[in-house]
């Protein structure tokens, strides 16, 4: 079974442009988690789609946004990036039918702003 | 303010000895724990988790405590294998809530 994949797994913008990165869930999860991951920082919530819809959002402003497809799929777009927004961000997927235990986790897209 | 913290940014143990990793929280309201492993250039995988209702679950060489008056969870491996060298972050999850609260992580190194 394949699992978690995210695109694209390395980007360079500078400040000001915007960004999209992509998610393909494991086949039958229709949850998808973003997190982003910061030196010193661990993993930080963004948002949870299920079934299209948002379902949960963390304390991240307004310039991070993300939607999800029919078929599961999700995107995450920031807007005028700055230069603390270099991370790596990590989309999880899971059933989510329950109460989240276990996230699988794709490998990340590491983006830097310059 | 880290609801979830893991104040040893690094440890380093000898192979076949135990490596105790540790956590500590702030929010009662957590009932979920969570630890997961993270290798360089992959997504975090996790190991094991524990219900607030329990003070202990194992599996194999892992094991995780959970002391709720204390606020405080560890992760102990036995023995301790140099394919054990990871990140490991603790996460915990709010009663009702799915987003997960994780930690900074720690840095196991096990020295053959």
């Known amino acids: 079974k394949a699992g978690v994949t995210q695109t694209p797994r390395y980007l360079i913008k500078t400040r000001g442009q915007q960004v999209t990165l992509s998610c393909s869930p494991i086949?039958?999860?229709?949850?998808v988690s973003w997190y982003q991951q910061t030196p010193g920082q661990g993993l930080q919530f963004l948002f949870e789609y299920f079934s299209e819809t948002q379902r949960n959002k963390g304390n991240f402003p307004g310039r991070f946004s993300g939607r999800q497809f029919s078929n599961s799929r999700s995107e995450m777009n920031v807007s005028t990036l700055e230069l603390g927004d270099s991370a790596l961000y990590l989309c999880?997927?899971?059933?989510?039918?329950?109460?989240?235990?276990?996230?699988?986790f794709g490998e990340g897209s590491r983006l830097t702003v310059l | 303010d880290q609801q979830v913290k893991q104040n040893s940014p690094s440890l380093s143990v000898q192979e076949g000895r135990i490596s105790i990793l540790n956590c500590d929280y702030t929010n009662s309201m957590f009932d979920y724990f969570l630890w997961y492993k993270k290798y360089p250039a992959e997504g975090p995988t996790f190991l094991i988790s524990?219900?607030?209702?329990?003070d202990k679950n194992e599996d194999g060489r892992f094991t995780v405590f959970l002391n709720k008056s204390a606020k405080h969870l560890s992760l102990h491996i036995v023995p301790s294998q140099p394919g054990d060298s990871a990140v490991y972050f603790c996460a915990a999850r709010g009663t009702g809530r799915r987003a997960l609260t994780f930690g900074s992580g720690t840095r196991l190194q096990v020295q053959p």
């Open positions: 999880a997927s899971s059933t989510g039918t329950d109460l989240p235990g276990e996230l699988f």
């Open positions: 524990i219900s607030s209702i329990k």
């Open positions: 086949s039958g999860h229709r949850s």
